[in-house]
T-cell receptor, first 113, second 117 residues
Framework: KNQVEQSPQSLIILEGKNCTLQCNYTVSPFSNLRWYKQDTGRGPVSLTIMTFSENTKSNGRYTATLDADTKQSSLHITASQLSDSASYICVVSPSSGTYKYIFGTGTRLKVLA | DVKVTQSSRYLVKRTGEKVFLECVQDMDHENMFWYRQDPGLGLRLIYFSYDVKMKEKGDIPEGYSVSREKKERFSLILESASTNQTSMYLC????????????????FGAGTRLSVL
């Protein structure tokens, strides 16, 4: 069964610290993996998207990595800010041209001053 | 910037009512999606549309229907609302499912939180 599992479920860190969120997937075939940020009460916003041939992608202080062999991805946030408080969702696309993306349940991050 | 607008942020309806959720995108995207988001679950696809008047069922279409009469507008209809349809509903659009990966990045609306009493 195609699944995307994220850990931890929730995380609290102090402002200025770094953190890493994990995503493991059992999706086959695999086309690409996306990370989204969802602020409370808002829709998700795309952060990064990586194909199987890419193993790292950055967007400002956000860096995503992908290991297609072990089917793992991580999202690293550097020098966290209060505005990073949000849910982070990992999404896997089974094949190019599909509309049936597999969504993880997200990691809820809280950054404290 | 792509803008996906959902007509209502909050809705409260009674059991048995017919409910319309509207979504409009302003970037001439081919694809539009309706998802529901519930605590502890990932987003679940209700319906997908790849063109005007074209639709595909998602993972949980029961109790819902959709309408896409114009390219920019995609409506979700709850024919007879039930309490188990209380949820956050998210609309999304993407340029295309084909071609470069950048073309199928999804852009989401702010969501409609529906409560059915």
């Amino acid at each position: 069964k195609n699944q995307v599992e994220q850990s931890p479920q929730s995380l609290i860190i102090l402002e200025g610290k770094n953190c890493t969120l994990q995503c493991n997937y059992t999706v086959s075939p695999f086309s690409n993996l996306r990370w989204y940020k969802q602020d409370t009460g808002r829709g998700p916003v795309s952060l990064t998207i990586m194909t199987f041939s890419e193993n790292t992608k950055s967007n400002g202080r956000y860096t995503a990595t992908l290991d297609a062999d072990t089917k793992q991805s991580s999202l690293h946030i550097t020098a966290s800010q209060l505005s990073d408080s949000a849910s982070y969702i990992c999404v896997v696309s089974p094949s190019s041209g599909t509309y049936k993306y597999i969504f993880g349940t997200g990691t809820r991050l809280k950054v404290l001053a | 910037d792509v803008k996906v607008t959902q007509s209502s942020r909050y809705l409260v309806k009674r059991t048995g009512e017919k409910v319309f959720l509207e979504c409009v995108q302003d970037m001439d995207h081919e694809n539009m999606f309706w998802y529901r988001q519930d605590p502890g679950l990932g987003l679940r696809l209700i319906y997908f549309s790849y063109d005007v008047k074209m639709k595909e069922k998602g993972d949980i279409p029961e109790g819902y229907s959709v309408s896409r009469e114009k390219k920019e507008r995609f409506s979700l209809i709850l024919e007879s609302a039930s309490t188990n349809q209380t949820s956050m509903y998210l609309c999304a659009s993407s340029l295309s499912s084909l071609g470069s990966i950048a073309k199928n990045i999804q852009y989401f609306g702010a969501g409609t939180r529906l409560s059915v009493l």
